[in-house]
């Protein structure tokens, strides 16, 4: 067993009195700290470290209190208390207090249970530490798996829109976003489709294109399954909210061409729908 003894002196001063391992035997100097003291506590503490400062509360084992009485009542310093100390077998210390050159107190002292203490460093993992790591651990899964779509695998490279695909609206295109997998128009979709109608309504002459698209996920032919569907619902509410043109809109599902972005985490800006207006 590896490790040191230190003496506490009249809860003042810490010093280093000699190795667990040491041969032995070691004499420490003391003497009281104030004037007319007539008794005191002396601890010795167990630490695995050689200095005193590099132990933590956790390491440091209080092993034995030693109560000392009938000091001389003089100035402080002037009272000479001794410890004699080694070990014996590496298990059991053997302490003599001598006060004046006098011994006072024989007292052994058994270390056997220092090797199994669970304050020592390294010798077990903190339950605590472990539960910590779980935490960590399982916030990790979480938040992997939710920011990772399942079941869904990139598709094949992504086609690009040929020039027949390449629609050049009359204003602006109105973008609706979708969620993933889903073509259901959100309650923000349709407020979006209500101020388009205001401007559609008074302009009759020209060709509405509605065109679909989905995240790069899973594969095209799924993809533009789904783009068309979303297109589709776009031109049934439009046509349900009394639109009405004299041409019929030009509906299509492009699935993954024209992307927005190629970027994982911003698939979000793939799920939509581009509306556009062409004059005749």
Request: glycine residues 6%.
């Amino acid at each position: 067993m590896k490790g040191y003894i230190f003496v506490e002196l009249f809860e003042k001063r810490i010093k280093s009195f000699l190795s667990v391992s040491g041969a032995g035997p070691e004499r420490l100097h003391l003497t009281t700290v104030k004037d007319l003291q007539n008794s005191g506590m002396i601890k010795l503490y167990f630490c695995p470290e050689e200095e005193w400062e590099f132990c933590s509360d956790e390491e440091r084992v209080l092993i034995k209190e030693i109560i000392i009485d009938e000091i001389p009542q003089v100035k402080s310093g002037t009272v000479a208390i001794d410890l004699l100390g080694r070990i014996e077998n590496r298990v059991t210390l053997l302490l003599t207090v001598l006060l004046d050159g006098e011994p006072c107190q024989e007292i052994a002292v058994d270390l056997s249970s220092l090797s199994k203490s669970p304050s020592l460093k390294y010798f077990i993992i903190p339950p605590l530490l472990i539960f910590l790591l779980l935490i960590l651990y399982l916030l990790f899964l979480k938040s992997y798996f939710q920011s990772t779509p399942a079941a869904i695998t990139p598709g094949p490279p992504v086609p690009t829109a040929t020039a027949e695909e390449k629609i050049i609206p009359a204003f602006t295109p109105v973008l609706i976003y979708f969620n993933p997998e889903s073509a259901k128009l959100s309650f923000g979709a349709k407020e979006k489709l209500e101020n388009l109608l205001t401007v559609l309504k008074v302009r009759s002459s020209g060709t509405l294109y509605i065109t679909g698209y989905c995240a790069l996920y899973g594969s095209e032919r799924g993809r533009e399954k789904l783009s068309l569907q979303r297109a589709l619902n776009v031109e049934t509410y439009l046509i349900n909210s009394s639109w009405k043109t004299e041409k019929k809109a030009e509906v299509r599902g492009l699935g993954g061409r024209n992307p927005v972005t190629t970027d994982r985490t911003k698939q979000h800006l793939n799920r939509r729908v581009e509306i556009g207006f062409l004059f005749d």
